[in-house]
Structure formats: structure tokens, C-alpha cells
Antibody
Framework: EVQLVESGGDLVQPGGSLRLSCAAS????????MTWVRQAPGKGLEWVSY????????NHADSVRGRFTIYRDNADKSMFLVMNSLTVEDTAVYYCARWSRNALDVWGQGTTVTVAS | EIVLTQSPGTLSLFPGERATLSCKAS???????LAWYQQRLGQPPRLLIY???RRATGIPDRFSGSGSGTDFTLTISRLDPEDSAVYYC?????????FGQGTKLEIK
């Protein structure tokens, strides 16, 4: 079964850091581009970060550029999002998703990040 | 940056009716890059349509996508109570994505 499972979400204070993980199974992970998408409480979907099949190409939304870093370990079938200098505006459910044919065809269940003092 | 604007904000219809959801782009979008998603309450999004008109695996033919340029449409025929959800259009390409703000579909 094709599956993505996120972990690492937590309650963190403003200015803090967190690392999210996304574990893939059921497909050839290294053959796919991957992304992170987030959803603030009661809000719509916001694309956050992108990584190519290798780590040679990454991209981030303006709202997180310079604070978030995306990387992957193809041997371990995992993707990560390192989040620094967190603010309350970063509070959201974070989803990892597989990029295929310019769409996101497989999604995880999400992991919740809460930034609050 | 391309902005996607969805309308209406909320749509309330009866079972068996047809729903027509609109997504307008601030500049022309290649059909290759336009997708639609369904998100039921408490669930992650699910891909419905990619390439503007191609149904994703396992999506019933009640769901169809159309459009080109700046105007795209998701049509859901013969509405079922399980279609109650928020629907998003999205443009993914060149290592970034943009989502519309969503249309909430309520089944009476």
C-alpha cells in the first residue's frame, strides 16, 4: 500500500524549532518529487516546501523562506522539514504529499504543530 | 505569482443535483498544471482531477474537470451526501504550488 506518515509535530514556544518527518512506503520514494503543505486551523491549504528527486532542487514559500529547510534521505525513504524561528502564524497541520504529474496524488494524515507560549 | 480565485464560497444543493465549481486564474495556466482536490472534514485532501480534466485513480466518473486559459471548472453530477466537503483547485509547476481558497459544498 502506498503510504505517507508524518511525525514530529508538537507544541513549541515562539522562536523555537522543530523537525518534521515523513516516512514513505509502498513506492519507489527516490523516483518522486515531494512537498509539504500546511493548513492553519479553520483555513485553507498553503503550499510550504518542495524537494526534487534528489536534493539538488528545493523551493519554499515566501512565508517560510530562510526559516524552513527541506531535505530527504532516499535510502531511508524519508523526507524532513526543519522549522526554525517559529511564530504563531506557523501553527497548522502539516501534510507531506507526493508530487506526480504536476499534482499531489498521495497525502499523509498530517502532523500538528502548535506555536504558543 | 498566479492567484487562483474559487467561486462560489459555499454551495448548498440537494442529493442528485449537479454542482458546478469555478476556479479563475490571475493569468493563463497550462492545463497540465491544474488539479482539483476534495477535503472532507477531518481528513487530508484527496486528488480528484489532474491535468485539468483527467480523473485520478479510483475517482468516480461523476467528477469531471474542464477549462483552459484562466477559467477552469469542476463538475460533480448526481450529488451524493458523501460529496459534502471543501474543494480546492491548485496549480503546481516549476517547483511550487498555489491553491485556491476553496469552495465548501453542502448537501442538504
Amino acid at each position: 500500500e502506498v503510504q505517507l506518515v508524518e511525525s514530529g509535530g508538537d507544541l513549541v514556544q515562539p522562536g523555537g524549532s522543530l523537525r518534521l518527518s515523513c516516512a514513505a512506503s509502498g513506492f519507489t520514494f527516490g523516483s518522486f518529487e515531494m512537498t509539504w503543505v500546511r493548513q492553519a486551523p479553520g483555513k485553507g491549504l498553503e503550499w510550504v516546501s518542495y524537494i526534487g528527486q534528489s536534493e539538488s532542487i528545493t523551493n519554499h514559500a515566501d512565508s517560510v523562506r530562510g526559516r524552513f529547510t527541506i531535505y530527504r534521505d532516499n535510502a531511508d525513504k524519508s523526507m524532513f522539514l526543519v522549522m526554525n524561528s517559529l511564530t504563531v502564524e506557523d501553527t497548522a497541520v502539516y501534510y507531506c504529499a507526493r508530487w506526480s504529474r504536476n499534482a499531489l496524488d498521495v497525502w499523509g494524515q498530517g502532523t500538528t504543530v502548535t506555536v504558543a507560549s | 505569482e498566479i492567484v487562483l480565485t474559487q467561486s462560489p464560497g459555499t454551495l448548498s444543493l440537494f442529493p442528485g443535483e449537479r454542482a458546478t465549481l469555478s476556479c479563475k486564474a490571475s493569468q493563463a495556466v497550462s492545463t497540465t498544471y491544474l488539479a482539483w482536490y476534495q477535503q472532507r472534514l477531518g481528513q487530508p485532501p484527496r486528488l480528484l482531477i489532474y491535468g485539468a480534466s483527467r480523473r485520478a485513480t479510483g475517482i468516480p466518473d461523476r467528477f469531471s474537470g474542464s477549462g483552459s486559459g484562466t477559467d477552469f471548472t469542476l463538475t460533480i453530477s448526481r450529488l451524493d451526501p458523501e460529496d459534502s466537503a471543501v474543494y480546492y483547485c491548485q496549480r503546481c509547476g516549476s517547483s511550487s504550488c498555489t491553491f485556491g481558497q476553496g469552495t465548501k459544498l453542502e448537501i442538504k
